[in-house]
C-alpha cells in the first residue's frame, strides 16, 4: 500500500491544514471544522476521528505564546477536552506541515510535499515577543521536534537575528538552547 501525497503551496493556514488532514483521514472520519465539543462551551479548529479516537486540532498562532491569559484558557480548554477522551493536538504558527511534523503531531504518514520552510520566515512575533508562559511553551514544542525540524527553526531565527538583532528575535534564556541545537 502507497502513503498518500499531499502538496501544500506557501505559508501553512488552519484552512490548508485542515484541507490536508480531511484527505488523510477520510471524509468518514473527519468531524469538522470549529466543532464544538460535547457538554462543553469549547469550539475547536478542527476535529476527526481515528481508531475510535477522537483528535481535536488547534492551529495556534502567536496570540497563544504572547498572551498568559490565552495561554490559560487553552490549558483549560485542553484539560476539558482530554476529560471527554480528545486527544489535543496544538499545531504551532511556526511551523509547517510536513511528513516529519505530520508523523510528529499526528502520526500519520504521507509525502507531504511542502515549499515554505519551517520557523520564522515572515511573521514579526518572534521568541522575544513571547511572554514568559509561552517560551516555555515554545522550548517544550522546540526540543520535542524532529531535528531536521529544529535546524530549519533555528536557521530562520539565525536570518531574523542577522535582519533585527538578537535582543529582538531570541530571548536570552533561549539563546543558548536554540543557537547550539
Request: with cysteine; hydrophobic share 40%; proline share 4%.
Amino acid at each position: 500500500m502507497s502513503i498518500p501525497r499531499i502538496e501544500i503551496s506557501g505559508y501553512l493556514v488552519q484552512a490548508k491544514l485542515a484541507q490536508a488532514l480531511t484527505l488523510l483521514v477520510g471524509e468518514d472520519h473527519w468531524l469538522g471544522e470549529e466543532v464544538l465539543v460535547e457538554g462543553t462551551k469549547n469550539r475547536w479548529d478542527m476535529v476527526y476521528e481515528m481508531n475510535g479516537a477522537r483528535v481535536a486540532v488547534e492551529f495556534d498562532g502567536d496570540e497563544h505564546y504572547r498572551h498568559s491569559l490565552k495561554i490559560k484558557a487553552d490549558r483549560k480548554k485542553d484539560q476539558v477536552a482530554r476529560e471527554y477522551g480528545y486527544r489535543v493536538v496544538r499545531f504551532p504558527y511556526w511551523l509547517q506541515l510536513t511528513s516529519a511534523t505530520l508523523r510528529h503531531y499526528f502520526a500519520l504518514d504521507a509525502e507531504v510535499i511542502q515549499d515554505f520552510p519551517h520557523g520564522f520566515i515572515t511573521t514579526r512575533f518572534f521568541p522575544a515577543s513571547f511572554c514568559e508562559l509561552g517560551l516555555e511553551r515554545f522550548q517544550r514544542e522546540f526540543e520535542s521536534l524532529p531535528k531536521d525540524v529544529c535546524s530549519a527553526v533555528v536557521q530562520s531565527l539565525k536570518e531574523r537575528v542577522i535582519e533585527h538583532g538578537q535582543e529582538y528575535v531570541i530571548p536570552s534564556p533561549l539563546a543558548g538552547i536554540l543557537m547550539v541545537k
